[in-house]
T-cell receptor, first 114, second 111 residues
Framework: DAMVIQNPRYQVTQFGKPVTLSCSQTLNHNVMYWYQQKSSQAPKLLFHYYDKDFNNEADTPDNFQSRRPNTSFCFLDIRSPGLGDAAMYLC?????????????FGPGTRLTVT | DAKTTQPNSMESNEEEPVHLPCNHSTISGTDYIHWYRQLPSQGPEYVIHGLTSNVNNRMASLAIAEDRKSSTLILHRATLRDAAVYYCILRALRNDYKLSFGAGTTVTVRA
């Protein structure tokens, strides 16, 4: 089945130690998104790629970066994780970027910062 | 951007219909109404979307008021697997790529 895959499902990192979360998709979608969901809150968009074009949300901290080396893969890099970055990180894809397109989400990676 | 208002929680009995309301009184003519749900420990899942007309798919129905200031997601026969947080989201022409999640409605289904 075509899907959005996130690895690992659970990640523990130390305060200040860089961490990378990965996302892959078999849907061949043009757009890939990263959302952050803190405990008991709604998901919040960090940034997205439309093909190779990176689009950052205005309030996304500089500590968060992303890479998309090819259509199938997208990475979320947290350069210096703080305790406040503990959250579920959700990757999503869509064929196109407009309002009529649904987004397909992966299961998420739960990040713990110690 | 136009906002949505949903009840915090709703309860239903298994195999009964569930009607989830969403108010969006400041919706603009080009805003699409999307519904997503998030089951426990999973990523959100698309349910349905519409613009003006009522919509049906295998998961649910979406009833949109004539003035578009409100909509209702209808789950025709709730099952235990429908227990989730349901989000009503407006997708605007400006920033139309964006899903801006609100607090959503937590649906509990009783066996």
């Amino acid at each position: 089945d075509a899907m959005v895959i996130q690895n690992p499902r659970y990640q523990v990192t130390q305060f200040g130690k860089p961490v990378t979360l990965s996302c892959s998709q078999t849907l061949n979608h043009n757009v890939m998104y990263w959302y952050q969901q803190k405990s008991s809150q709604a998901p919040k968009l960090l940034f997205h790629y439309y093909d190779k074009d990176f689009n950052n949300e205005a309030d996304t901290p500089d500590n968060f970066q992303s890479r998309r080396p090819n259509t199938s893969f997208c990475f979320l890099d947290i350069r210096s994780p703080g305790l406040g970055d503990a959250a579920m990180y959700l990757c999503a894809t869509s064929l196109l970027r407009d309002r009529g397109n649904e987004q397909y989400f992966g299961p998420g990676t739960r990040l713990t910062v110690t | 951007d136009a906002k949505t208002t949903q009840p915090n929680s709703m309860e239903s009995n298994e195999e009964e219909p569930v009607h989830l309301p969403c108010n969006h009184s400041t919706i603009s003519g080009t805003d699409y109404i999307h519904w997503y749900r998030q089951l426990p420990s999973q990523g959100p899942e698309y349910v349905i979307h519409g613009l003006t007309s009522n919509v049906n798919n295998r998961m649910a129905s979406l009833a949109i008021a004539e003035d578009r200031k409100s909509s209702t997601l209808i789950l025709h026969r709730a099952t235990l697997r429908d227990a989730a947080v349901y989000y009503c989201i407006l997708r605007a022409l400006r920033n139309d790529y964006k899903l801006s999640f609100g607090a959503g409605t937590t649906v509990t289904v009783r066996a």
